[in-house]
């Protein structure tokens, strides 16, 4: 079912432009390829060249928020493709006045029209979509096809940090990125029973009520 469109959405939104990188309009896949380019460096987002930290899949944006108070000396990018779901971020992120964060509306796949290469020192995925259905693979965050441009965005000794609920999505992600030559390490079917650093996130904390065990790794992209 299609989610309802929030009340005043879009003069929500603008009330926020000063937080968004950009938002990707519907009529993204009808312009010219050269038209499609809003490359912006990390200087110019931030007036700073810290460590630039990406969440793909942000949802509401708890886990960015919680970050970003916690460590001033990065910038963090919260991306989400939602309009109607991103708001609620943007809002909270206003509100506490936070100058090292900031939400991308876009399609995961078009990051590279957004943000340059080699930009990231991480990039975050917390509990995307699985996608169980084979037929729907090419869709899940940890493909080939991601992994790919998740190496054009990292710099050279980046990581991908990875969280899910989902033990099946997880057993893909490991042999992805076995498959692609990357390195994965910290790997666990239990986070919460680990002492690694972890910032939870709302689907997260539900999850964990209801008695799920949280996977998680880290996973290095090949050298080149």
């Not at 970003?68 to 939602?82: F, Q, S």
């Not at 992120?93 to 509306?105: D, Q, S």
Request: glycine fraction near 4%; proline fraction near 3%; charge should be neutral.
């Amino acid at each position: 079912m299609r989610m309802r469109l929030k009340k005043n959405l879009d003069s929500r939104l603008e009330k926020c432009q000063r937080l968004l990188v950009a938002q990707e309009g519907y009529d993204f896949y009808q312009l010219p390829e050269e038209q499609r380019f809003k490359v912006q460096t990390v200087e110019q987002l931030f007036g700073n060249n810290h460590p630039l930290y990406l969440e793909i899949g942000c949802g509401k944006g708890s886990y960015a928020i919680k970050c970003a108070k916690a460590h001033p000396e990065r910038n963090y990018i919260a991306v989400e493709k939602l309009s109607n779901v991103i708001v609620a971020g943007c809002e909270m992120a206003l509100e506490e006045n936070l100058t090292n964060l900031k939400f991308l509306n876009c399609s995961a796949e078009n990051l590279l029209y957004y943000l340059p290469q080699h930009s990231a020192t991480q990039i975050i995925l917390n509990f995307s979509c699985p996608y169980p259905k084979k037929t729907y693979a090419n869709r899940r965050l940890t493909y080939k096809t991601f992994l790919q441009l998740y190496t054009k965005l990292l710099t050279s000794d980046g990581i991908v940090c990875q969280k899910t609920d989902d033990k099946n999505f997880f057993d893909f992600s490991l042999e992805s990125f076995a498959e692609n030559g990357w390195t994965t390490y910290d790997v666990t079917y239990d986070l919460h029973s680990t002492t690694q650093e972890n910032v939870t996130t709302e689907y997260e904390e539900k999850f964990v009520a209801q008695g799920k065990q949280i996977c998680a790794l880290k996973a290095q992209q090949p050298k080149r």
